[in-house]
T-cell receptor, first 114, second 114 residues
Framework: GENVEQHPSTLSVQEGDSAVIKCTYS??????FPWYKQELGKRPQLIID?????GEKKDQRIAVTLNKTAKHFSLHITETQPEDSAVYFC?????????????FGTGTQLKVEL | EPEVTQTPSHQVTQMGQEVILRCVPI?????FYWYRQILGQKVEFLVS????????KSEIFDDQFSVERPDGSNFTLKIRSTKLEDSAMYFC????????????FGDGTRLSIL
């Protein structure tokens, strides 16, 4: 089945700097890649997603890139703010299994310091 | 904005007892999911449900677990003969349609097995 690896596990940046989180996936049939933000004790919140027919997608300060050949995708946050501090999870979903399950990465604890 | 709602927010149960976790998916969504997150770990897929039947389940989702849509709005997860290792946050999610569609998560039920 699908396996998603995520790096780094923790990331500290200064306010205003950029943050990059990287994920790799194993199943070449995967075609949908969402990113979730999870604040402590809260639900995973979808912040951006990308499908395999697109190489890059941007929404204000957040962007995601996808390299299908290398089977990796990345989350880019620019001009980071303290409220960006949270755990970020990447996920992948593919054509196998029939149920549209999401396979999550292990998460990145992002800390934006003043 | 419509949300997935889950009850209860916290459930404390003695080992060996049965628990039922309840979810109300977003009203026009057709696909429903249960995920589990053990404290400090990644989100893990349990089961997906469409058209009143399970469409996919993980290895975690064994005979101890069952799901049901008892009426037009609720979606439940039943865990029988609970074990200490069932302690986790259980998230319900729903999506409007199948593959490649955003899954929206509820706030979760924290299950504590004593």
């Amino acid at each position: 089945g699908e396996n998603v690896e995520q790096h780094p596990s923790t990331l500290s940046v200064q306010e205003g700097d950029s943050a990059v989180i990287k994920c790799t996936y194993s199943d070449s049939a995967s075609n949908y890649f969402p990113w979730y933000k999870q604040e402590l004790g809260k639900r995973p919140q979808l912040i951006i997603d990308i499908r395999s027919n697109v190489g890059e997608k941007k929404d204000q300060r957040i962007a995601v890139t996808l390299n299908k050949t290398a089977k990796h995708f990345s989350l880019h946050i620019t001009e980071t703010q303290p409220e960006d501090s949270a755990v970020y999870f990447c996920a992948a979903s593919g054509l196998t299994g029939g149920g549209n399950k999401l396979t999550f990465g292990t998460g990145t604890q992002l800390k934006v310091e003043l | 904005e419509p949300e997935v709602t889950q009850t209860p927010s916290h459930q404390v149960t003695q080992m060996g007892q049965e628990v039922i976790l309840r979810c109300v998916p977003i009203s026009n969504h057709l696909y429903f999911y249960w995920y589990r997150q053990i404290l400090g770990q990644k989100v893990e897929f349990l089961v997906s449900f469409y058209n009143n039947e399970i469409s996919e389940k993980s290895e975690i989702f064994d005979d101890q677990f069952s799901v049901e849509r008892p009426d037009g709005s609720n979606f439940t997860l039943k865990i029988r003969s609970t074990k200490l290792e069932d302690s986790a946050m259980y998230f319900c999610a729903s999506s409007e349609s199948g593959r490649g569609q955003p899954q929206h998560f509820g706030d979760g039920t924290r299950l504590s097995i004593l």
